[in-house]
């Protein structure tokens, strides 16, 4: 039939090591929060699936970046345990293939250190702009302040409400606070130079 769309399929990389019984996986990279910690869909390696899911919300990078555990370089425990290795591969969706663009080994949590400024310096987002975002973002944030509110009774959600207020407020003079100090920083900086 002409006019039919058909599917195109790729590969999720798998890296590991064949024959290991060692679980893995990749996550599709949507974003990293402030802390570090990485956001996304997660896939198991070496599965096929619709180029399409690559994008599975409009929110997603506009260049799929996938980060991929691949387990340990050989079998070990306790102080004889071999390193984890984690890539983070760039989709070419001209070819239709991932491209490794970093490599870490490493004994513990380090690997996310060494590859959050990576992802951070590869990662494109679609244009959005900062109110759009802060408006979605309140919006997911009340509808699940009013879940929680809506179990508890009348005292409990006025104390709630009350503890809520001061979180929100001292975050909010930290903000500033934190804004202030990069302000007068840069000010002395541009002075001394």
């Not at 019984?21 to 996304?40: K, N, W």
């Not at 990662?123 to 979605?136: F, H, L, M, T």
């Not at 919006?139 to 929100?168: K, T």
């Not at 975050?171 to 002075?191: E, H, Q």
């Amino acid at each position: 039939m002409s006019g039919t769309l058909r599917a195109v399929f790729i590969t999720i990389p798998r890296s590991a090591p064949g024959g290991r019984p060692e679980p893995t996986y990749a996550q599709l990279i949507l974003r990293v929060r402030r802390s570090g910690l990485i956001d996304g869909r997660f896939f198991r390696t070496g599965q096929r699936v619709d180029e399409s899911a690559l994008w599975p919300a409009p929110a997603y990078p506009e260049v799929p970046l996938l980060l991929e555990f691949a387990g340990s370089e050989r079998t070990g425990r306790g102080h004889s345990r071999s390193p984890d290795i984690h890539l983070l591969w760039r989709y070419d969706s001209t070819r239709r293939e991932f491209d490794e663009i970093a490599r870490v080994r490493s004994d513990g949590a380090e690997w996310l250190h060494h590859l959050e400024p990576i992802v951070r310096r590869h990662i494109r987002r679609p244009a959005a702009s900062p109110v759009s975002d802060a408006r979605e973002a309140s919006r997911r944030v009340i509808a699940a302040l009013e879940g929680e509110l809506d179990l508890l009774e009348d005292e409990a959600h006025e104390r709630a409400l009350a503890l809520l207020y001061n979180q929100v407020a001292a975050r909010f003079a930290a903000s500033v606070a934190d804004k202030a100090s990069s302000y007068v920083r840069a000010k002395i900086s541009g002075l001394q130079g």
